[in-house]
């Protein structure tokens, strides 16, 4: 059974609402560690999220475009099970400094319950990224700091993600 899944292919999964330049650098890095890089972007009903799933497939992939061996998916349901799903072994997860870290461990438990053989690997997040959040950037760019946003998320998605809280914004005034 786990002769199938490929110690060469990782996968990290997120919501990515949106794509933030922590989120990139956890990506970057991973790269250079697998031969295999696939970004699973999930499907979360229950969550109000800023971008579609489509919007958000569609930012990862300008923003990794320079990246060969990264693809991004959809997927919906446990990431554990999306990683079996296509033959992978290692699941990344970027940690910031102690915020994420008993969720994530928690997570971690809970998957290797569910499959022991996926491998869950810890990035620390780059010092410059440590405190950088998508509930974040939705807070800055809501209160029209566009020209700051180059600190937090890649230059490629500033513009979408400002016309975005703008459209929300006006339909919250119209409505």
């Known amino acids: 059974m786990s002769t199938q899944l490929s110690p060469y292919k990782a996968v990290y999964t997120g919501s990515f609402d949106p794509v933030t330049l922590g989120h990139l650098d956890i990506i970057e890095r991973s790269a ?3 031969d295999s ?6 499907v979360n009903s229950a969550k109000q999220s800023l971008f579609s799933t489509d919007e ?6 300008r923003v990794t475009r320079h990246l060969p061996h990264v693809l991004v ?3 919906d349901g446990l990431a554990v099970d999306f990683v079996r799903n296509i033959g992978a072994r290692v699941m990344v997860r970027g940690v910031r400094p102690l915020t994420d870290i008993a969720a994530e461990f928690t997570m971690m438990m809970a998957n290797r319950q569910l499959d022991s053989d996926i491998e869950t690997v810890f990035l620390m997040a780059d010092e410059v990224y440590a405190h950088v959040s998508s509930t974040l950037i939705k807070q ?12 937090f998320v890649p230059s490629e998605i500033i513009s979408t993600l400002m016309e975005k809280v703008r459209a929300i914004q006006e339909q919250a005034l119209a409505e």
């Open 32 to 34: 250079r560690l697998y």
């Open 37 to 42: 890089l696939v970004i699973g972007v999930g």
């Open 56 to 61: 958000r497939i569609d930012l990862l992939q």
């Open 73 to 75: 998916e959809r997927f």
């Open 140 to 151: 800055i760019a809501s209160l029209g700091h566009g020209r700051s946003l180059d600190r």
